[in-house]
């Protein structure tokens, strides 16, 4: 089956280290993922995208890499700071275009 | 702009009882979606429209739950009878058209219990 898989292990940081996330995928090749964000009694709120074609996508304190080999998306948070606490999700685009979800890792940053 | 509204926020009901959800997506945004997403893990596609077609149904449970998008805006969701297990939030979100690149927009759900 295709799977899309995250850490199910939450993330604990100390405040200004850089977070990494891992988003993994087995038995086929996304067009695109798509990261979020989800904070606790919210809907998830769009981050980033990359393409396959991408190796890396970058917004402000935020990057995405695309490791087509490895099977692998990484999402960087640098300089991390408490109020990036939060529930990250990785999403791949289906060949009908639906969006399908991996299970998220919780994020949790200390002062 | 204004966001994904979605009502009611919370609902609890006896199990074999009937609810509905509604959501209002962005204005002019094409395809709608509704998700669910049970505590600890990541939203679950139930059904995608495009205007006011189904795209994908494939995950939504027929036997028990419903959906319309009217007049390609406005969309309800509904589960009659109810069971323990669809105590979940429920999400609705929107995107400009289906493709791959076009990012989901969310509300902020109902949160269902069943009791």
């Known amino acids: 089956s295709q799977k899309i898989e995250q850490n199910s292990e939450a993330l604990n940081i100390q405040e200004g280290k850089t977070a990494t996330l891992t988003c993994n995928y087995t038995?086929?090749?996304?067009?695109?993922l798509q990261w979020y964000r989800q904070d606790p009694g919210r809907g998830p709120v769009f981050l980033l995208l990359?393409?396959?074609?991408?190796k890396e996508k970058r917004k402000e304190r935020l990057k995405v890499t695309f490791d087509t080999t490895l099977k692998q998306s990484l999402f960087h948070i640098t300089a991390s700071q408490p109020a990036d606490s939060a529930t990250y999700l990785c999403?791949?685009?289906?060949?009908?275009?639906?969006?399908?979800f991996g299970s998220g890792t919780r994020l949790l940053v200390r002062p | 702009e204004a966001g994904v509204a979605q009502s009611p926020r919370y609902k609890i009901i006896e199990k074999r009882q009937s609810v509905a959800f509604w959501c209002n997506p962005i204005?002019?945004?094409?395809?709608l979606y509704w998700y669910q997403q049970i505590l600890g893990q990541g939203p679950k596609l139930l059904i995608q429209?495009?205007?006011?077609?189904?795209?994908?149904d494939s995950q939504l449970p027929k036997d028990r739950f419903s959906a319309e998008r009217l007049k390609g805006v406005d969309s309800t969701l509904k589960i009659q009878p109810a069971k323990l297990e669809d105590s979940a939030v429920y999400l609705c979100?929107?995107?400009?058209?289906?493709?791959?690149?076009?990012?989901?927009?969310f509300g902020n759900g109902t949160r269902l219990t069943v009791t």
């Open positions: 429209f495009q205007n006011n077609g189904v795209v994908d």
């Open positions: 038995n086929y090749s996304p067009a695109y």
């Open positions: 204005s002019g945004h094409a395809t």
């Open positions: 979100a929107s995107s400009l058209n289906r493709q791959g690149g076009s990012p989901l927009h």
């Open positions: 990359i393409r396959e074609n991408e």
């Open positions: 999403a791949r685009v289906d060949s009908s275009y639906k969006l399908i």
